[in-house]
């Protein structure tokens, strides 16, 4: 239990989402947002070579599958479209290689 928490960051996403709800203030909601996506790219599992045996072509699609996950957050879709003419945004969109590749479609 402890390393699923520990590493999912699962109570960590509930407290963001908490504090996005009853914030007023957009920019603050946009930063709440982003650390909830934060929390939702390590709840996805990163593949492990060992779980794979002798089948690297089956590690090497996990693995695309897993990058994939990143930037199709669940979160990013609403960040985007309701906090999008916020200054937060403006600083996550240069500093998150995500986020402007889900923007971007790649």
Do not use: H, I, W
Not at 36 to 59: I, L, R, T
């Amino acid at each position: 239990m402890f390393r699923k928490e520990y590493y999912g960051c699962f109570t960590a996403e509930k407290f963001f989402e908490k504090a996005m709800k009853v914030s007023a203030d957009k920019n603050f909601q946009a930063k709440a947002l982003f650390m909830m996506a934060k929390c939702a790219q390590k709840q996805v599992q990163m593949p492990q070579y060992n779980e794979f045996p002798n089948n690297y072509d089956a590690y090497s699609d996990a693995v695309k599958n897993y990058y994939s996950s990143f930037k199709r957050n669940k979160y990013f879709p609403v960040l985007v479209k309701d906090y999008e003419s916020t200054a937060f945004y403006k600083t996550a969109y240069s500093s998150c290689s995500y986020l402007r590749d889900f923007v971007r479609r790649k």
